[in-house]
């Protein structure tokens, strides 16, 4: 019998705070093992119509301090406990800040003495991160409830320490990648895939809508199916393999912007546009950022007008949505192009006001990480029972409308999107010279087995890795 949907209000909230683009590139950077060179009011728009045949759990979004980070409220323990909390692609544990903490950040902390279905047991946990922030605690089980769905005996990582510059608007992390990437932590089970296990979705996927504070912010995540009417009209989903099954990394067979690939250059060196095909890049709802190659970065915004770099960062002009209305940066995947809008690469300004932070920053890495930058313009399916990625061209509102959940049967498994088109439904530009500018939201997760980060790539396409290292 398909369960209700439950609708819950949501709030884009916007706070008066300094922005730091920087801060957050580089806590990026650390949680990847990373380094940056080598040495309004919103609203809930829309509803879900559940599939006869299908159970699923849908939970609201709040798109945070323009478009920083989205959370929604989770459940935990038996009388329920609610909490704030990320769901993130880009780590698999489950981290709640504990009543045990007294300096931990979040709000609301989980109280296990309270709960009648907790289960402790005294297993300690730890785990350094690569910018060498650290958190701690104990490992205990206990029902999660998402929607009305409730999920048994779920693996909570516990803090009751921390180190300094934990974010502070939310209450834990869920992790949404593959339960093998904690191999630190024995017999780690996601969410999800304990959804999956207890079999509380008919469906093996997850599927993600983030909002743009320009457009009222919001933003949902389905389990156990995908909600197609947020695809824009005449598209399909587009699915591409997952190259292996820890993170959710996938194959970009090209990087474009304005349709033409970016030439690898550095300084003076220009090398040929084929070295930049088949680079591997991690979807990351747990990020606000995408983070590139060097070399791509250089790439991408010399082809930008007015680009410049800044440090060891990019900044692009704070009008530069409005000087190129159509501009975009495109990642190829499945022989489909998908667009990240030069509008919303533009963060927070320099010093000088004019310049803006880019939203594309560099890595001295060989992958690339895909943060709400890129999933903020596109529907993204994260099908686990095929261990694939789907996505599509996003359709964006202004007002509310009704929406259905599709159960993930498709009519042609192999459909595919056609090209974004030019002539899409323009958004309102954004604000430009962003007077309450606001910090990013970067992930938590560092995995120990550093042949998995990297080395996302099947041999055969691993060819793209030598040019990340020519300088």
């Not at 093998?180 to 008919?202: I, P, Y």
């Not at 440090?311 to 159509?326: E, R």
């Not at 809008?341 to 927070?348: G, I």
């Amino acid at each position: 019998m398909p369960k209700d949907i439950v609708k819950v209000p949501i709030t884009t909230i916007n706070l008066s705070r300094k922005q730091s683009t920087v801060g957050r590139w580089m806590h990026t950077l650390g949680k990847y093992g990373m380094s940056a060179k080598s040495g309004p009011r919103g609203f809930q728009r829309g509803r879900v119509i559940p599939d006869s045949k299908t159970n699923l759990a849908r939970v609201p979004l709040v798109d945070f301090e323009f478009d920083r980070e989205y959370y929604g409220t989770v459940k935990i323990g038996e009388p329920p406990q609610s909490f704030k909390i990320d769901f993130d692609t880009g780590s698999s544990q489950f981290i709640v800040s504990s009543k045990g903490c007294t300096e931990c950040s979040g709000t609301t902390h989980y109280d296990s003495t309270t709960s009648n279905t907790f289960q402790g047991t005294n297993k300690p946990w730890h785990i350094t991160y690569g910018d060498l922030s650290h958190a701690e605690g104990v490992l205990g089980r206990d029902n999660v409830m998402i929607d009305g769905i409730i999920v048994a005996n779920q693996q909570l990582a516990l803090v009751t320490s921390e180190s300094k510059g934990f974010d502070d608007t939310i209450d834990g992390i869920m992790g949404l990648a593959f339960g093998a990437l904690s191999t630190n932590l024995a017999s780690t089970h996601t969410v999800f895939e304990n959804m999956m296990e207890q079999k509380l979705v008919d469906r093996g996927m997850f599927s993600f809508y983030l909002g743009k504070t320009s457009l009222d912010g919001g933003g949902e995540v389905v389990f156990g199916g995908m909600d197609m009417d947020r695809v824009a009209d005449g598209h399909n989903i587009t699915y591409t393999p997952v190259t292996r099954p820890k993170y959710w990394q996938i194959n970009i067979e090209n990087i474009l912007v304005n349709d033409e690939p970016i030439q690898a250059a550095l300084g003076s060196k220009t090398h040929s546009k084929s070295v930049f095909q088949n680079v591997a890049g991690i979807m990351d709802t747990g990020t606000t950022l995408m983070i590139v190659p060097l070399p791509i970065s250089y790439g991408i915004h010399r082809a930008i007008h007015g680009a410049h770099e800044y440090g060891q960062t990019w900044t692009v002009p704070c009008d530069l949505g409005s000087q190129f209305p159509k501009g975009q940066v495109q990642l190829e995947i499945s022989g489909q192009r998908f667009k990240i809008p030069f509008e919303d690469l533009v963060r927070e300004p320099t010093e000088d006001q004019e310049q803006c932070y880019s939203g594309i920053q560099p890595s001295s890495s060989n992958f690339m990480i895909i943060g709400d930058v890129f999933i903020k313009n596109n529907y993204v399916v994260f099908d686990q029972e095929n261990k694939r990625v789907g996505i599509a061209p996003l359709k964006f509102e202004t007002k509310t409308s009704s929406h259905r959940v599709d159960d993930g049967e498709e009519e042609d498994d192999a459909a595919v999107s056609a090209a974004p088109d030019e002539d899409e439904e323009e958004v309102d530009e954004n604000n430009k010279k962003f007077e309450n500018p606001f910090p990013m939201r970067m992930g938590w997760e560092i995995t120990d087995d550093a042949d998995s980060i990297g080395d996302v790539l099947p041999k055969s396409l691993k060819k793209i890795n030598t040019i990340a290292h020519s300088f």
